[in-house]
């Protein structure tokens, strides 16, 4: 795992004009150390954070509320009913697990492809993951409305019915895809976060962090032989996790794609549900860090360079997404299928939700086209509202996916329409708050960048041959 | 290191500013014949394990196993259930329907592989390890910090407390301590 030093990216000679370093030039290991360690050990808590915190935990208990009620009542509260079974339960679903996937891309797959700029973003993106996997993750379990009577088909356990999952359904399929992702997700964001307890230990001065960060650190030493198993699990975790975030999004597309529904039996949608959850995910973590780097005065770590990139893989993988679109509409034509074509036509012009379509279009196609001006990509102020919007259309895409495939069935004896409740919008609501409690939790108790990944970035990283060599 | 106490040590340690002091140091032990010495980094610095003579780590091969079993035990799992504890004839396909299986097949290889290697790493360095020697030179906080540390243990065949320390301090060191048990 050499990233850093003798990439171009990194000194500030070496860089094109106009280009921001990765990180600006005058750390050491010593301020880097500091500077990251003391948002977490040093800083008290501002009044800013602590509204935050509290609004937050307000909207958590919003979703305590929402919860409880729908289990005391059951899923007759959502706005659910046949034809449209599925309503924001899986809509919220799908777009909490794949704004996760971004944290994985940029901690596994940009890993391996030696992009040393995600070191400054990894950890908070893998954080971000977590927690947007623990969001969607909840959605699968209440969505039955009596969890505790509905487990014996989501994992294989023996039971007193003697009855076992279906492999054969995608939803199976599903419920491994996610578990495992979870899993390793918090794997190799502890692995990662291992030497910096080791830090944190060191740099604490209360003795009560300095036995929390000691045992979270398991007694790391930084010996040399440890830091080679270390980079070489770390690394093998990165090839694991590659194909695994990549298979995530596919196998959730399956619960939509393997069915016979209009509008859900397409080819398209693997390829287009990963581009589309890349998406949302660089979105949020823009979201996250745009704030982050002002609040916290990390402008010389998270540079413009991370934004500029950011905004770039949001830009391509927007046209992968646009690409989706547009397939999805020929194929509509193209299978000759008049409930395809119907349903294409009645998604784009249907009177109920023909809106939605062109919100769709407009959010998370047209307005994201800003991206192409490098001055907009370098405003945050822009790129936080362009990123706001495409967490916006990205949820309105599993938004037409869902109800506008559902609301017309083959027969118009069995068509509807479908409203959510407010209870579907306190839960929705109360998971977005949720995610940003947690987050605002993480930054004050864990390093929010990676300092060991930072102190790679310094030149005097490197051990220089030459003097080595004659020594 | 005039007077050294009489107690047994763990062993002599000496800490470099920079990453190529400590290589060239490590470089230099392992040519004069120490062997159970560790270098202690902020950061990896794959030469230096290099310089130890630690070339090469049995981490991959675990995770292979692991995730041979993994992928194992996914589809047996899948098989057992589907074909002969509750078989169901879904639609007329077999039971073994082994296309349908391939997923779950794959994500348990993927999740015995990902826990292999935690588990794996963590094993073989040791850790969670409560206390370590190491950790009673005050100094040493400097490790997970800016400085950079090696230990020649007092295990090894070759220490001497007075012949090692000298050996040490001429090695561009900033610091060389003993470290107590």
């Given amino acids: 795992m050499k990233q850093g030093p ?95 996937h971004a944290g994985t891309l940029i901690s596994a797959i940009l890993l391996l492809f030696k992009q040393s700029w995600r070191n400054s973003i990894n950890r908070f993106a893998e954080a971000m993951t977590l927690f ?20 014996y088909w989501l994992f294989p356990y023996p039971n007193s019915m003697n009855v076992w999952p279906q492999f054969r359904s995608p939803l199976i399929w599903d419920v491994f895809a996610v578990s495992t992702y979870g899993t390793i997700s918090l794997l190799f964001w502890f692995v990662g976060l291992i030497p910096d307890f080791g830090t944190m230990r060191d740099e604490a001065k209360s003795p009560f962090a300095q036995k929390v960060y000691g045992l979270l650190s398991m007694g790391w030493r930084g010996s040399a032989r440890h830091w080679k198993r270390y980079e070489s699990a770390y690394l093998l975790l990165a090839g694991l996790a590659t194909p695994l975030v990549l298979s995530v999004h596919t196998v959730v597309s399956f619960d939509f794609a393997v069915s016979l529904i209009p509008g859900w039996h397409t080819t398209i949608f693997p390829p287009y549900f990963v581009a589309g959850a890349i998406y949302s995910g660089f979105a949020m973590v823009l979201v996250l860090a745009i704030p982050i780097r002002r609040f916290y005065g990390l402008r010389d770590m998270i540079t413009e360079r991370h934004l500029d990139n950011s905004a770039k893989v949001m830009l391509a993988t927007g046209l992968i997404v646009a690409y989706g679109y547009s397939m999805e509409a020929f194929f509509a034509f193209y299978s000759g299928s008049p409930y395809e074509k119907f349903m294409f036509m009645n998604r784009a012009f249907g009177n109920v939700y023909g809106w939605s379509y062109w919100l769709l279009i407009a959010t998370n196609i047209v307005i994201p086209q800003l991206l192409w001006i490098r001055r907009v990509r370098l405003n945050t102020v822009l790129l936080f509202l362009i990123s706001v919007d495409v967490l916006i259309g990205m949820w309105f895409e599993r938004f037409v996916i869902v109800v506008t495939s559902l609301h017309r069935d083959f027969l118009p004896s069995s068509w509807g329409v479908y409203v959510p409740t407010r209870w579907d919008l306190a839960t929705y609501a109360g998971t977005i708050t949720f995610f940003f409690f947690l987050f605002l939790l993480f930054i004050r108790v864990m390093p929010m960048i990676s300092i060991f990944e930072m102190r790679t970035l310094l030149p005097e990283s490197k051990v220089k041959e030459e003097v080595a060599a004659h020594d | 290191m005039t007077e050294a106490p009489m107690d047994p040590i763990y062993g002599m340690m000496a800490e470099f500013d920079n990453p190529t002091d400590l290589l060239a140091a490590t470089e230099r032990a392992y040519s004069t014949g120490y062997r159970k010495m560790d270098a202690y980094t902020p950061y990896p610095i794959e030469e230096i394990a290099e310089a130890l003579g630690f070339h090469k780590t049995r981490v991959p091969l675990i995770v292979l196993v692991g995730a041979i079993l993994g992928g194992m035990s996914g589809y047996l799992l899948q098989y057992w259930v589907s074909a002969i504890s509750y078989p169901l004839n879904v639609g007329g396909r077999p039971y073994n329907s082994w296309p349908a299986f391939i997923i779950v097949t794959f994500e348990m290889t993927i999740l015995f592989g990902g826990i292999s290697a935690v588990v794996g790493m963590l094993a073989l360095n040791g850790l969670p390890m409560p206390y370590h020697p190491v950790f009673n030179n005050p100094r040493f906080a400097a490790a997970s910090r800016d400085k950079f540390f090696l230990c020649i243990e007092a295990a090894d065949p070759k220490f001497d407390r007075v012949s090692t320390g000298t050996f040490l301090t001429g090695l561009k060191a900033v610091d060389v301590t003993e470290v107590t048990h």
């Fill in chain 1, 132 to 151: 947007a996997v623990a969001c969607a993750g909840m959605f699968p379990l209440i969505h039955t409305g009596r969890p505790w009577l509905a487990v």
């Fill in chain 1, 6 to 100: 003798e990439e171009t990216t990194i000194v500030e000679e070496r860089l094109l004009p106009n280009q921001a370093p990765v990180l600006e030039s005058g750390h050491t290991f010593g301020s880097v150390t500091d500077k990251i360690g003391a948002i977490v050990l040093r800083r008290p808590v501002t009044l800013g954070w602590a509204i935050g915190v509290l609004i937050a935990f307000g909207g958590l208990n919003v979703l305590g509320l929402a919860v409880t009620y729908l289990f005391f009542r059951g899923t007759g509260i959502w706005g659910i009913n046949i034809p449209v079974g599925w309503g924001f339960a899986i809509i919220n679903f799908v777009w909490w697990i794949g704004i996760g």
